[in-house]
Nanobody
């Protein structure tokens, strides 16, 4: 059974940092590109970042210079380091694996709240 379990969210002050993790199981993790996607209250899904199976990262424009996506294939884990957080970054963050550039499976999400 494919499982993606996000963790690491929480309450952080503006300008602060968080590191999200996504523990993957049930599929060949190192053969899939992985993405982070977020959803703020009342808004639709927004793409955050993608990392391919070779470790090459891609970011939405508003994340560049602030967020870093990485993966540890030996541990089947995806990460998102988030720095210089803003209130508008508040959202539920999901990880997903991609097949031919299309999401296949999603995790349950982890809540990130940026507030003073």
């Amino acid at each position: 059974e494919v499982q993606l379990v996000e963790s690491g969210g929480g309450l952080v002050q503006p300008g602060g940092s968080l590191r999200l993790s996504c523990a993957a199981s049930g599929f060949a993790f190192d053969g899939y590109a992985m993405s982070w996607v977020r959803q703020a209250p009342g808004k639709g899904l927004e793409w955050v970042s993608t990392i391919d199976w070779s470790g090459n990262p891609y970011y939405a424009e508003s994340m560049k210079g602030r967020f870093t996506i990485s993966r540890d294939n030996a541990k089947n884990t995806l990460f998102l380091q988030m720095n210089s957080l803003k209130a508008e970054d508040s959202a539920v963050y999901y990880c997903a694996n991609l097949a031919y550039g299309v999401p296949n499976y999603w995790g349950q999400g982890t809540q990130v709240t940026v507030s003073s």
